[in-house]
């Protein structure tokens, strides 16, 4: 009969401590990547904050002249060269969402975020009209499109809550 031959209990040590570094490792990379996506998805929130924010700023700034507009404090000249100056203004703030890098988990919440933005702008367009001309359709028009930017908002942040609530599970 042949003898068995016993294990070496030197080389299953160093079978056991390599399996142990292995999965350590393997943790460490796992715990590293989650850090970084959530670190990613934290910068993203952020910057799309401070979006949000100039926009509710220039909105604010729009109906706060346009309350002064309705009551005759501000003449029709003054106020249709401020809506233009928002225009501009809120132009300049639809290129910030495309110099968003957002995680793919947000990707829904920014379009629906740029939708509303952009339907406030055609919004803001029809409110010129309606100082320029009068025409009480272009002001329901506006006031029609402005409703369906903050439906579009409301939507984005439904998306982003969600998005945010699943990455961090």
Known sequence: MRKKKEPNPKLRMR??????????????????YLQQTQNAGQRFGDQLSQIQLALKNETQNLDTHLTQYKAGQIS???????????????????????????????????QLFKLSTETQIESDKALREWVATGDNSTYTKSDQLLQQSYQYEMNALHSYETAKSTGSQ
Do not use: C, W
């Not at 079978?15 to 590293?32: F, H, K, Q, T």
């Not at 029709?76 to 957002?102: F, G």
């Open 15 to 32: 079978i056991a401590i390599g399996l142990g570094v292995v999965v350590i490792i393997s943790v460490i990379l796992v715990d590293y």
């Open 76 to 110: 029709k000249d003054q106020m249709l060269a401020i809506t233009d100056s928002h225009m501009v203004a809120m132009q300049n703030i639809l290129p910030r969402y495309e110099q968003l890098k957002a995680p793919e988990l947000f990707a829904p919440s920014l």
